[in-house]
């Protein structure tokens, strides 16, 4: 039998077969590119707030149509796939698949979860 570990694993990989698209992070230090840590593209789940005709609410991209509002918004980041990754508040994330490639800005990092780094994104 696969232990807890080994099915969060499964479940994450999983979800970012269905759900991850393309993105850029790019490292910066004090608001300029960070030489220690070259830009990457990775692929993981973006998360966006979008509006409805009902309203604000967190969702998905909804065919090519995406309203980015002032609902938070994440990236999820399979640790497993991105050992080695170092991200910070501060650093940007450029939403390769996106219509417009629109940038957004790391305005927190939480590595708690055992499987997923949790970037919280804002506007840049």
Do not use: C
């Amino acid at each position: 039998m696969a232990s807890v570990g080994e099915l969060r694993q499964m479940v994450t990989a999983t979800i970012d077969t269905l759900f991850a698209e393309r993105v850029l992070l790019s490292f910066l230090n004090k608001e300029r590119v960070d030489e220690s840590r070259p830009a990457r593209e990775i692929s993981a789940k973006l998360v966006l707030g979008v509006e409805s005709a009902d309203g604000l609410f967190e969702g998905r991209r909804q065919g090519d149509v995406v309203a980015i509002t002032g609902r938070r918004s994440q990236l999820f980041i399979d640790r497993t796939a991105y050992p080695d990754l170092m991200v910070r508040k501060g650093d940007k994330v450029r939403a390769l698949e996106m219509a417009g490639q629109p940038w957004f800005a790391v305005s927190s990092v939480d590595g708690r979860h055992p499987s997923r780094l949790v970037l919280e994104l804002g506007d840049t």
